[in-house]
T-cell receptor
Framework: GAGVSQSPRYKVAKRGQDVALRCDPI?????LFWYQQALGQGPEFLTY????????KSGLPSDRFFAERPEGSVSTLKIQRTQQEDSAVYLC?????????????FGPGTRLTVL | AQKVTQAQTEISVVEKEDVTLDCVYE???????LFWYKQPPSGELVFLIR??????QNEISGRYSWNFQKSTSSFNFTITASQVVDSAVYFC???????????????FGTGTQLKVEL
């Protein structure tokens, strides 16, 4: 595909349910990022992968959040025992390399609503 | 720690007016990059420009122009002759040095909602 894709686009979960959000980066992109965007706010960094290695997970808000990229391409963000404060848009971005000069390209996001 | 401030929450203009979106950043790093992204109602962040900390030359791309001033830690974005299609939320973002963990995670401002009306 031409760009970053994410699925599902919308997800409604009852509090306490587990959810899994998928990201398909641009083919060949080494770096993959997850961000969380609350309503009316800017995106906030969650975690970073370089190929299959998760090099930075400093932004994950709690141990209920888990991300993986086992084969260095598709990534999944999993949230266990969802809480209402987890309601947000989850954005995935990828970049070709791993350097400061690499531009991140974003997907359309998954809007998670926890009831 | 890094910080990006976009003090303008919402701006409304009439089509064909010029509009400037302000961005002020904070970092102790001497090597950093600044970005502007556009987020239309569809939600996808669209990359507009990247600027490194060593290049203060202003840039123009069509109706868009950017003014980078290190002395005031600002990276402002001007749209000339605005159009209805420019209506969106605009985010300024910062990435710094060589992140110890690798990668160049972005620190975003809170965004400015631009509404261009006929």
């Amino acid at each position: 595909g031409a760009g970053v894709s994410q699925s599902p686009r919308y997800k409604v979960a009852k509090r306490g349910q587990d959810v899994a959000l998928r990201c398909d980066p641009i083919s060949g992109h080494v770096s993959l990022f997850w961000y969380q965007q609350a309503l009316g706010q800017g995106p906030e960094f969650l975690t970073y992968f370089q190929n299959e290695a998760q090099l930075d997970k400093s932004g994950l808000p709690s141990d209920r959040f888990f991300a993986e990229r086992p084969e260095g391409s598709v990534s999944t963000l999993k949230i266990q025992r969802t809480q209402q404060e987890d309601s947000a848009v989850y954005l995935c971005a990828s970049s070709l390399g791993r350097g400061l000069t690499d531009t991140q390209y974003f997907g359309p996001g998954t809007r998670l609503t926890v009831l | 720690a890094q910080k990006v401030t976009q003090a303008q929450t919402e701006i409304s203009v009439v089509e064909k007016e010029d509009v400037t979106l302000d961005c002020v950043y904070e970092t102790r790093d001497t090597t950093y990059y600044l970005f502007w992204y556009k987020q239309p109602p569809s939600g996808e962040l669209v990359f507009l420009i990247r600027r490194n900390s060593f290049d203060e030359q202003n840039e123009i791309s069509g109706r868009y122009s950017w003014n980078f001033q290190k002395s005031t830690s600002s990276f402002n974005f001007t749209i000339t002759a605005s159009q209805v299609v420019d209506s969106a939320v605009y985010f300024c973002a910062l990435s710094v040095g060589w992140n110890r963990g690798g990668g160049n995670k972005l620190t975003f401002g809170t965004g400015t909602q631009l509404k261009v009306e006929l």
